[in-house]
C-alpha cells in the first residue's frame, strides 16, 4: 500500500508555471507506475499524464504535450508535474496516483490516489 501527498497549487496568472509535487510513503515507491490526474468543476476526471517506475518512459494526453513534464525521484519517493505557459482551462484539481499497471486511460482497479491539489489559473 502507498499514501500519496500532493503539494504545489494555487493561484497563478496565464502564463505562468508551476510544479506539483507528489511524496509518496513507504519503501516502494519505485515499485509502481505513477500518473497525474485532473478534474475541473462539472467536468470528468481527465489523464494527464503517466511515468514508468525508472522514470524512463512518459506518455501524455495529447492536448498537454509540450507544455506539461512528468519526472519522478525515486530516492526521494516524490513524483513531480512541471507545469508551463499555464492557461484558464487548466483549472482543476490536480491528483497523483500510483498503480504497478497505470497506463495511459487504464485505471486499473486497486489504485491508490491523492487527496489533491487545487491549481487555478487566471486570466
Known amino acids: 500500500q502507498v499514501q500519496l501527498v500532493e503539494s504545489g497549487g494555487g493561484l497563478v496568472q496565464a502564463g505562468d508555471s508551476l510544479r506539483l509535487s507528489c511524496a509518496a510513503s513507504?519503501?516502494?515507491?519505485?515499485?509502481?507506475?505513477m500518473g497525474w490526474f485532473r478534474q475541473a468543476p462539472g467536468k470528468e476526471r481527465e489523464f494527464v499524464a503517466v511515468?514508468?517506475?525508472?522514470?524512463?518512459?512518459?506518455d501524455y494526453t495529447d492536448s498537454l504535450k509540450g507544455r506539461f513534464t512528468i519526472s519522478r525521484d525515486n530516492a526521494k519517493n516524490t513524483l513531480y508535474l512541471q507545469m508551463n505557459s499555464l492557461k484558464p482551462e487548466d483549472t482543476a484539481v490536480y491528483y497523483c496516483a500510483a498503480h504497478q499497471d497505470l497506463y495511459y486511460n487504464k485505471i486499473p482497479e486497486g489504485t491508490f490516489w491523492g487527496q489533491g491539489t487545487q491549481v487555478t489559473v487566471s486570466s
Open positions: 513507504g519503501r516502494t515507491f519505485s515499485s509502481y507506475r
Open positions: 511515468i514508468s517506475r525508472g522514470g524512463t518512459s512518459t
